[in-house]
């Protein structure tokens, strides 16, 4: 029971974010199946590789020291956050490299290295909350890990390994060379030094004390990354306003809805199209209408890249047939 309930409180949760996070994506949503496939690389690979990498060097540690705090310090503070960094990171590399035409905006970076370390976090969860709470402090532990693990620091992983996607999405879009040399590896280095600092100011503190300060930093660095995740959805929605303006010119789409199509909430439209049988029309005109205003930004920025001109036509045939359809 207790390791059905650690599953349960270590995935559902994940889960529920995972979603918020998702939601927060509004204006160009990434494929589903990619977002899954993030997510399960954070629980298998970087949760699976993470638990025999640390507990190798912490045994590597113990036996160079001879020391339980060192491997305990060691592990915790400088050769988890290493390996776990990067170990969630691989993931958002990997889309990166392979799916590069999903991979447009600063947010998509923060969505890919969010919804990989929820998968970890989720994991993490599993093994924190039966190991080191039921089994080493019964009902009271499991309970105590649970409150801790997820309402406490439940963002933590997905925090670390935003910066990650963002050093990941700067070196995409920016056309400094500089830049695009330095901002992949610097972000990782990032996501390294707010893991350790976190793994480590509580302990360092010591007793209640620190922990409510370690969780203090904690919340500061979280209400940081959700500005900043605000100033991005405010960016994008100024891509759309932007380039979408010649799409309403030239009779593609209607000034109804253009004004949806940059709107933070389409509830309406899609309410009204689901009374009307037409909502996997509407959904999936304003998703088009997101990667067209994306593409026409990447061609004037990047030029042809992979295919833009092509892309950005292709779109716009597909909006063709959806326009007559969708509701605003």
């Not at 590896?185 to 004390?209: K, Q, R």
């Not at 209607?254 to 709107?263: E, G, R, V």
């Amino acid at each position: 029971m207790a390791l059905l309930g650690a599953f349960f409180f270590g995935f559902v949760p994940m889960f529920v974010f995972a979603a918020f996070v998702y939601w927060l994506d509004r204006y160009e949503k990434e494929p589903k199946l990619l977002l899954g496939a993030a997510f399960m690389w954070g629980v298998v690979i970087a949760g699976g590789g993470a638990y025999i990498l640390n507990t190798a060097f912490g045994i590597g540690i113990y036996i160079l020291t001879g020391s339980e705090g060192a491997a305990d310090f060691g592990t915790t503070s400088i050769v988890a956050p290493i390996i776990e960094e990067a170990l969630k990171g691989l993931a958002v590399l990997v889309v990166f490299l392979m799916f590069r035409n999903e991979f447009d905006s600063v947010l998509d970076g923060i969505v890919y290295g969010g919804i990989t370390a929820m998968g970890f976090a989720a994991i993490e969860n599993v093994l924190y909350i039966y190991r080191n709470g039921f089994q080493a402090g019964g009902w009271e532990g499991f309970w105590a890990l649970v409150v801790i693990r997820v309402l406490l620091v439940g963002w933590m992983h997905p925090f670390f390994t935003a910066f990650t996607g963002i050093g990941l999405a700067v070196a995409r879009t920016s056309r400094n060379m500089l830049v695009k040399i330095i901002a992949a590896p610097a972000g990782y280095i990032v996501a390294v030094l707010t893991h350790s600092f976190h793994n480590t100011f509580s302990s360092l503190v010591g007793g209640g004390g620190g922990f409510i300060l370690g969780l203090l930093a904690d919340y500061m660095g979280y209400a940081f990354m959700l500005g900043f995740i605000i100033w991005m959805i405010v960016h994008e929605r100024n891509i759309l306003k932007r380039q979408l303006a010649e799409e309403v010119t030239s009779g593609a789409i209607s000034q109804s809805q253009y004004n949806t199509a940059i709107s933070f909430f389409q509830t309406g439209a899609h309410l009204s199209a689901l009374s009307a049988g037409n909502f996997r029309a509407t959904k999936r005109f304003y998703q088009v209408l997101g990667e067209l205003a994306h593409k026409k930004e990447q061609l004037q920025k990047h030029g042809e890249e992979r295919g833009n001109t092509a892309i950005i036509e292709q779109l716009r045939g597909e909006l063709a047939q959806l326009a007559p359809l969708a509701k605003a």
